[in-house]
């Protein structure tokens, strides 16, 4: 069994708010669902398209529709465009199974890319009309060695009108992805780079929205964060010798849980004063603990840097020079964005009362929103979260 390892970014047509691409990600029981929808036109139009064929497609797939089904409703549910009296979108839809397998249903996006150990894999694809539309379906093995990526097409048109008279084009993307087939490339790695390349060829002017969805199978690698010293302190050491039994790594946020979870391993805490910086405090070191760090604050600008990571209104190269950043929230970031495919949320609610005083922004209610806020972009990710509070 495999963790189905995914990531996805994109860049929004020079001049307009919204992206016209949407990808939905649908965690089910065997595997996971992804949809890359890209609109007709660009702008708020587009974006409608998208979003909404993206989300009836993932959605009617996870309740067990079927794909002619799912095709038939997003043809007579998508609003019809006053200007050029179309209801249009295109798709690619993967269904990747933690056993390795995969589905692949495409209508009119560019053929996906599939490579392994560096090497083209030839894909068997079966035509198929639904409703007048021409889909192609494809099934095929991934192992920890494949790479599977599908676009929309502003990555194959990318430096049209600027570096390249025709574009990108499939089969120079294809060649560009054979170096990204390691088994110690994320996909994170893969769909910035894509981008990045893209966003060079336009010349920072995307001539149309650009998306990317990379997809790799692994051994599920899972996290365990710990925030917060549990509400009776007499489970303290109970509560930590629990959560350390559990498979993964550990992260703890927050100085009194760190200290706590110190004096349960018999070991000092050190403190990394190479990660301090003005606004965020510096990371500390406890054997066996993954990563040590204050809590709120921290937590605070974690998801800040998860949230413009996320966004593609925001600039891409920015939020990516954020994350690699040597201080404790962009550590942080790193590691639940590249590194956990299961995020076990330990949320202690014992009160401190320095947040209670009057005036401290950061009180408890704050903290436990903030939690919610980062269990819910974790999840927007395509990982298994589970919160626990203690």
């Not at 030839?122 to 035509?127: D, F, H």
Request: glycine content about 8%; aromatic content about 6%; charged content about 25%.
């Amino acid at each position: 069994m495999y963790f189905v390892d995914t990531a996805h970014n994109s860049l929004i047509k020079y001049g307009e708010e919204l992206c016209g691409d949407h990808v939905e990600l649908v965690n089910v029981p065997d595997g996971k669902i992804m949809v890359l929808s890209d609109g007709l036109g660009s702008g708020v139009k587009a974006n409608i398209l998208a979003t909404m064929t993206s989300k009836i497609a993932a959605t009617m797939l996870r309740e067990g529709s079927s794909l002619e089904e799912t095709i038939d409703t997003i043809v007579h549910t998508l609003p019809v465009c006053s200007e050029r009296h179309l209801a249009y979108s295109t798709f690619t839809i993967i269904k990747a199974y933690h056993t390795g397998r995969v589905y692949v249903a495409e209508f009119d996006n560019p053929s996906i890319f599939l490579l392994r150990d560096g090497k083209d894999v030839p894909i068997e694809k079966v035509k198929k009309e639904i409703n007048g539309k021409v889909i192609y379906e494809s099934t095929f093995e991934l192992d920890k060695k494949s790479l599977l990526v599908a676009v929309s097409d502003g990555v194959i048109h990318a430096g049209v009108g600027h570096s390249l008279r025709f574009g990108w084009q499939w089969k120079n993307v294809n060649d560009y992805l054979k170096d990204f087939t390691g088994e110690d490339i994320t996909t994170t790695t893969v769909a910035s780079s894509v981008l990045d390349y893209c966003q060079n060829l336009y010349e920072n002017q995307a001539g149309d929205d650009t998306t990317v969805l990379a997809v790799k199978i692994r051994e599920q690698e899972t996290i365990n964060l710990f925030t917060g010293p549990p509400f009776n302190p007499e489970n303290d050491y109970k509560v930590i010798e629990d959560i350390l039994s559990h498979d993964g790594k550990i992260v703890v946020c927050g100085g009194t849980t760190a200290s706590i979870v110190a004096r349960t391993l018999g070991e000092e805490m050190e403190i990394d004063l190479s990660t301090m910086t003005p606004d965020i405090p510096p990371a500390g070191k406890i054997p066996r603990i993954e990563l040590v760090t204050e809590g709120v604050i921290t937590i605070n600008k974690t998801i800040s840097l998860i949230r413009d990571y996320m966004n593609p209104e925001v600039n891409r190269k920015k939020a990516a020079l954020n994350l690699r950043q040597n201080n404790a929230a962009a550590m942080l970031a790193r590691l639940l964005i590249e590194r956990c495919d299961k995020l076990n949320l330990w949320v202690g609610q014992a009160i401190n009362p320095v947040h209670q005083e009057a005036g401290y922004p950061m009180g408890f209610n704050f903290k436990m929103n903030q939690i919610k806020e980062l269990a819910g972009l974790i999840e927007k990710l395509g990982k298994e979260v589970n919160l626990m509070y203690i």
